[in-house]
């Protein structure tokens, strides 16, 4: 393999590690909030908190991660996207702040403040949908290259079926994903009550999930033709997603192995967010860049490759441990450490 | 809104770089403190010392989160606002970039565990080995993003082939020749950062209530590291000078105001620029440019005459090197005067003139770190890439610069303010005496554990 296949599929793979440990803590501040407004934050507001204050800032590393390894590699990716993307992306890195210090502001200052709480969940709402912008801008016709300067057409951008489906998918599945997660956590908790109040979210976002990745898809179609056939050809790894879907479903309403059901879950997302990434091979941005044409030297690529090894070798050991003391070990998990 | 977006994403970038490396400094230098406390505290099976690790770390935490937001502001905003240039220099340092983010993965993993694992370990000794990777990895990032800045500084390790940057050697690139100096300048003067705030934050404490044996070992505690750091952040600055005068002597040049090249040059501190370019009003000490260049009083110093006009940085720079270099003496003052008070049996170290004068030395240390970058950043101009590239021709074209600018200052402003509520708020609600009797009682019946 060469080196930019290999860097390209490091990046999706934490791309696809982001989405999942972002949306578990993203949903979940939305969940705490809305289970404030509903006056049920005593029953899982202490869960919620038990499982984020260790690791929400690991969270924010993979993002970190994932951005400064797409411009390592594909430098291109920091004109283009670099130019056009000034506004979104501010705004992204606004709400982002904004939730993550606020988070640390109302765990470890002032509690139960309400205004840190509605931040904190309308924020978990926010960011994925204005992140999933930059997955919209790939598929090409919104950013434009006319005489040297690079700009973004927000009028197309704004009125495109495809960029409000991908927003919307984006959404449930953040709710969709988080509320599998935590009721896994409750049941890892004996935690009755707040298990039986997750697993009812986790049912009720599902339906919604499946009919928006259906409406994406077919949005996808409209826009960009290759990208669609690309994933058809892909087809069995459309077919995997839905069945782990179902798994997942089935478990849920059985009310048995949560775990197993949270790992068919990220299967699920695994395999559609893989299918949508090899359909989009080779082009990172529609039609300007592509993964060939704008990969770094080979000198650096290969440094990068070697550098990814090593880290990966330092930090697989410290995240096995960090999920030991918080997310396996049953007495920590129960509150009773 | 018609602004020039390269004056705005200059700015901008200012901004979020500026208040980023408070947190930043704070983000280096805190690790250290708590391991050396939480280390001290466990030696001499002293309660007080742990209780100052517990309290440390505790305000820690939200210094962190907003250096972590900051941090993610400005690396999303290199690619923003400066497209051109992380096109081009991306090429070249992606790899410290890249194993900036995997020194902070490492850190923010073991922060998470050191700071929920405080009674989780049968051996106190056990849970102080977590210090050591975060002190690290904390240590590691500010290398890392200052191998960057020194390649900005002096690019090496590509050859230029029409306009494009060919056989990149990434490592030559990171070891170019401003990084030795510049590394050990910005580690040791964030430790001395840090030491000072602390010291400052129990001296004020002091002086507000009475003394009691957990201020007055804080303050021991802290002063001892200002003298050792502020020692070493003196030489550094010594080394960075003398690099400066080899490799960027424009740099140094627009610091002193040396026009013309010459042999045993005077340094020039404060004073102002007449229109004829003479210091006039400043102090003259004589031929100490020279030994500040390279060691010996009667060596040649290059001027700024030997540059055109167009790469000379701006002159004002002078005051932020004169700023930063009178902080750094007075920050070693200080603490030498505390120290020999406390060593010698009759005076008192904590007479209120020499605590007033602590307290000081905090938000100075903090002053000479943004002096110090302004300075840094500023003699680098007009180049964002020395020699290769300018700022003008980096920036984004984008009219929404300023917009941005105004969202984000905002930002900082509630960020920065709450910061301040919050730890105030966090502290005063578990007074210190409270806190040591819940978590040690045993301490209240005289048991020594
Ligand atoms: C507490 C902070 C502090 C203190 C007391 C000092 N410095 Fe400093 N200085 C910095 C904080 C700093 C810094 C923020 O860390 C800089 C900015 C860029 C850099 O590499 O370090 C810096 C840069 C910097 C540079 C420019 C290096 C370059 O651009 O490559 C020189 C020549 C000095 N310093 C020299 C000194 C001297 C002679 C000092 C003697 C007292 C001194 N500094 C004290
Ligand atoms: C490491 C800590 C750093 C600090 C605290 C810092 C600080 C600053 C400051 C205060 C300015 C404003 C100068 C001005 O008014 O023109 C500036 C400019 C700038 N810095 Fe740095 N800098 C740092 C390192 C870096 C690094 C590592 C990069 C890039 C990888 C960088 C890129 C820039 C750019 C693009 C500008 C704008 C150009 C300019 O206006 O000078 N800086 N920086
Ligand atoms: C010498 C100057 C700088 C130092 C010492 C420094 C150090 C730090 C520290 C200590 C943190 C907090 C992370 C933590 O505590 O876990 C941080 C965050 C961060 N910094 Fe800076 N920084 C500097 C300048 C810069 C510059 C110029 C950039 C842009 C390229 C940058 C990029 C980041 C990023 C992306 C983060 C967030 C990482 C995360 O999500 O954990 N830093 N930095």
Redesign the interface.
Known sequence: MSYEIIGITVLWLFLYGYLIVASVDFGAGFFAYYAKVTKKDHIINRLIARYL???W??T??F???F???V???F?????????A???P??????L???R??F???EN???KNSNVYMFLYGATGLFIPASLSVALTLSEGGFIVEEGG??TLNYLDLFTSPLSWSIVGLAVVSVLFISATFLTFYASRANDHAALKLVRGYALFWSTPTIIAALTAFIFLGQHNERHFNNMMDLWWMLGLSVGFFMIAMLLLYAGKYYGLAFISVMLQFLFAFFAYGIGHYPFILDPYITIQHSA??E??GI??VI??IA?LL??VP??I??MK??LFDADYVRGK? | MDLDPVLMSRLLTSLTLGFHIIFATLGVGMPLMISVAEFLGIKKKDTHYLMLARRWA?GF??T???G??????I??????????F???A???I??P??????A???E??????Y???WD?FKKPFTHWLLTL?VVIGAGMSAVFITTVNGFMNTPEGFLLDNGH???????AAMLNPATPTKVFHVLTTAYVTVAAILAAITAFMILKKKTSDYHKKALQLTMTLVLIFGILSVLAGDVSAKFLAEHQPEKLAAAEWHFETEAGADLIVFGWLNDAHEAIGEIRIPKFLSFLAHGDFNAEVIGLEEFPEDVRPPLWVHYMFDLMVMIGFTLVGISMLYLIFSRVKKWNEHHKGILSLIVLSGPLAMLAIEFGWIYAEEGRQPWILRGYMTVEEAA???P??GI?FI??LA?YIV?GT??VV??R??FRNTPVEAELEKQYPTLEKGDTK
């Open positions: 204050s260790p690791v800032e690991v924010n590393v993002f970190v991660f951005f400064v390894g411009v390592g590699f430098p291109d990716t920091a004109y283009y996207y670099g130019a993307l000034l506004v992306g501010s705004i992204g890195i606004i982002l702040a904004i993550g210090s988070y640390a502001f470890y200052g002032s300067a690079v770094t030297h000198s650096m440094a990068l550098v990814f880290g330092l930090l410290s995240l441990l960090l003391l918080f450490k | 505790r935490v939200i962190v989160a907003i972590v937001v900051t941090g993610t502001a690396g999303l905003q290199l690619s923003l606002l400066w497209p051109n992380m096109q081009v991306g090429n070249v992606a790899l970039l890249f194993m900036e983010v995997f902070f993965f490492f923010a993993i073991f922060l998470g565990i700071l929920y694992t989780r990777p940057f060919a056989a990149v050697n990434p490592i984004t074209n984008s929404y610069v941005m969202l984000f930002l960020l709450l910061c919050i730890l708020k966090l």
